[in-house]
């Protein structure tokens, strides 16, 4: 009697297999897409694949990473989940704090504030301080082996930001206040911004991958970028507490009394903060951890 054939994975494994980190991925997805168009699957299998990305994710196997690179992705991956957090402190500015919004009476909003542009300035601080020497390190390894690409996706960290505040300022000659033209302006200069923060950061991290620089240049950068990743944690979980304390205690503005909107920012923000600080953590231990002889 011959033995059932099946198509392969599924679409659903196959999306969970994508949850995986690229190493985890490199290592073991072959595998794992071997075994399961053998014995086939469904959705209980493709929930278990997913259940376990995270495991993977907070403690990722020593043997699948060394030092450098550990440290590497550890940078690549906070500087995407950085870029996206500051992203949305600048609309959490944009706002709140500019628009004056203080729910008096109740002084933790206040108070969150001020938390928020403390640790959002360490953040970007740090981030700069640790981030620019191991940028200046690639732009002169891809400039000694001639290799283009990996110059043109570094110099994208300067170009996109740059077009983006000189297409923002431009835009910005007509429509002297998008917030006050309606909402469409408003969150047209948003989603752009994001796409150019997203742009921007994944450059560098493709160029890291790619180029694999070594040296003193990425351990400072692992460990500064631990540290931003923790202060912009804070300034992210700071403000996603400002806005429920405005969605509860303000009524001059109706558009924090959407309950809805403030759990979604606050999973986002949360979502986000998580994978900055767990992958953050990673790269400090890797900095300071003893290389193996």
Known sequence: MSRPVHAGPGPLASLALMLYPPAWRERYADEVRALLEEAGSGPAT???????????????????????????????????????????????VQLTQ????????????????????????VSVLTAAVGGVPLWLQMVRLARRERRRRELAWLWMAVVVPAGYMAAALTALTVVHDPEASGSWWFAGFAVLGFGAAGLASAGPAV??????????????AAAASGVAAA???LAGLASAIAAAGLCLWTTS???????????AYLLFVVTIAATATISGGRGVRATFAIPAR
Do not use: E
């Open 253 to 263: 503005f109706a558009g924090y009394h959407h309950a809805g909107l403030a759990w």
């Open 46 to 92: 493709a929930a278990s694949l997913a259940v376990r990305a995270v495991p993977a994710w907070v403690n990722p196997p020593r043997h699948l990473h060394d030092r450098g690179a550990r440290m590497r992705a550890s940078v690549a991956t906070v500087l995407v989940a950085w870029s996206a957090l500051t992203g949305v402190g600048a609309v959490f």
């Open 207 to 220: 160029a890291l991958k790619r180029l694999a620089p070594g040296g003193p240049a990425v351990a400072l």
């Open 231 to 233: 202060t912009v944690a």
């Open 98 to 121: 500019l628009q004056g919004f203080r729910a008096p009476g109740h002084p933790l909003v206040q108070w969150c504030y001020l938390i928020f542009d403390a640790a959002l300035a």
